[in-house]
T-cell receptor, first 113, second 115 residues
Framework: GENVEQHPSTLSVQEGDSAVIKCTYSDSASNYFPWYKQELGKGPQLIIDIRSNVGEKKDQRIAVTLNKTAKHFSLHITETQPEDSAVYFC????????????FGTGTRLTVIP | GAVVSQHPSRVICKSGTSVKIECRSLDFQATTMFWYRQFPKQSLMLMATSNEGSKATYEQGVEKDKFLINHASLTLSTLTVTSAHPEDSSFYICSLGLAGGETQYFGPGTRLLVL
């Protein structure tokens, strides 16, 4: 089955700096990679996703890159703000019809004002 | 994205009682919904996949007789924790599966505390 590893487990950055979270996966058949943000006591919120037919996707201050050959993908947050502080989870999925999302172990991001 | 609600948001119950958690899709037909459990400072663990009109598919190690799932309509799935014990205390989260299930939108979660 799929195994998703996520690093780092915790990350502290100064407000305005960039944050990068990295994930690797094991199943070469995975082709959909979402990122979720979870605030304390709440459910995860989908913030960005990428499919294997593209290498990079950007949405304002958030970007995701994918290297299918190396089986890794990363989340980049620029100009971080205190409200970006949360736990971020990456996930991998085989795509339509496959259903199962395999989650990473999470990264607790703290943005220091 | 889709809007998913859960009720209740938190529940405290005595050991041995049963607790029902509702998961509603407010703006999309929910053919497929998922139930997850999350322990403190851990990742989400898939418990079961709930398909409208059919039996749920449980992940290995999840007792189907203990965690009863009913998905009788396109907007509602319920998870009943039967004969709850303290070790069942956890954060239970449902999600709505769209685009064949790969894109999932999560509910706000239900925190269960069993005394």
């Amino acid at each position: 089955g799929e195994n998703v590893e996520q690093h780092p487990s915790t990350l502290s950055v100064q407000e305005g700096d960039s944050a990068v979270i990295k994930c690797t996966y094991s199943d070469s058949a995975s082709n959909y990679f979402p990122w979720y943000k979870q605030e304390l006591g709440k459910g995860p919120q989908l913030i960005i996703d990428i499919r294997s037919n593209v290498g990079e996707k950007k949405d304002q201050r958030i970007a995701v890159t994918l290297n299918k050959t190396a089986k890794h993908f990363s989340l980049h947050i620029t100009e971080t703000q205190p409200e970006d502080s949360a736990v971020y989870f990456c996930a991998a999925c085989r795509g339509t019809g496959a259903n199962n999302l395999f989650f990473g172990t999470g990264t607790r991001l703290t943005v220091i004002p | 994205g889709a809007v998913v609600s859960q009720h209740p948001s938190r529940v405290i119950c005595k050991s041995g009682t049963s607790v029902k958690i509702e998961c509603r899709s407010l703006d999309f037909q929910a053919t497929t919904m998922f139930w997850y459990r999350q322990f403190p400072k851990q990742s989400l663990m898939l418990m079961a996949t709930s398909n409208e009109g059919s039996k749920a598919t449980y992940e290995q190690g999840v007792e189907k007789d203990k965690f009863l799932i009913n998905h009788a309509s396109l907007t509602l799935s319920t998870l009943t924790v039967t004969s709850a014990h303290p070790e069942d205390s956890s954060f239970y989260i449902c999600s709505l599966g769209l685009a064949g299930g790969e894109t999932q939108y999560f509910g706000p979660g239900t925190r269960l505390l069993v005394l």
